[in-house]
């Protein structure tokens, strides 16, 4: 993501958080990108912390602009950090392919970790009769999945913004 802070640097403002502030909460409207200049953040879907972050350039609100939605994590300064901010997402992505580019990869990564973690929970559970046996139904209806299928939630959770 170097080639995202080199294009920032000089076009951008940066804003500042203290350790423990959020810079985005799940379940609100998309509106800025972030991209983290320094620091490090975690990443939080409701109660659950998923990961920390402290990779110079990484971007934040990517899923909710593309998407044209709301947030679907919590983003919260686990230390003092920077960010680049990016007021105009769309514009900004269409007048800067490389970084437009550099996020597609970035999901394109994240698609594949995931896909071949859910083919690997399927190799291990497909002899069961009871709710880890649906994997590959899982996986086939992910794979073929249309942009008007997209609904965030599933059965069991059907508001995933609401905690």
């Known amino acids: 993501?170097?080639?995202?802070?080199?294009?920032?640097?000089?076009?951008?403002?940066?804003?500042?958080?203290?350790?423990?502030?959020?810079?985005?909460?799940?379940?609100?409207?998309?509106?800025?990108?972030?991209?983290?200049?320094?620091?490090?953040v975690e990443v939080l879907k409701g109660d659950f912390h998923v990961t920390t972050v402290t990779e110079p350039g990484a971007i934040f609100g990517e899923i909710s602009v593309l998407?044209?939605?709301?947030?679907?994590?919590?983003?919260?300064?686990?230390?003092?950090?920077?960010?680049?901010?990016?007021?105009?997402?769309?514009?900004?992505?269409?007048?800067?392919?490389?970084?437009?580019?550099?996020?597609?990869?970035?999901?394109?990564?994240?698609?594949?970790?995931?896909?071949?973690?859910?083919?690997?929970?399927k190799k291990q559970f497909e002899e069961h009769d009871d709710h880890f046996g649906m994997l590959d139904e899982v996986l086939e209806a992910l794979a073929h999945a249309q942009p008007e299928d997209h609904k965030p939630g599933s059965d069991r959770d059907p508001d995933p913004t609401v905690y």
């Open 1 to 40: 993501m170097r080639e995202v802070l080199q294009y920032c640097r000089d076009r951008l403002p940066e804003r500042a958080f203290a350790s423990g502030e959020t810079i985005m909460t799940e379940g609100t409207p998309a509106g800025l990108l972030f991209v983290l200049v320094e620091g490090a």
């Open 67 to 121: 998407l044209e939605g709301t947030h679907t994590a919590t983003v919260r300064a686990s230390e003092p950090s920077r960010f680049y901010v990016i007021e105009d997402p769309n514009a900004f992505l269409r007048s800067a392919p490389d970084v437009a580019l550099a996020v597609a990869r970035l999901l394109a990564k994240r698609l594949a970790a995931m896909m071949t973690y859910l083919v690997d929970l």
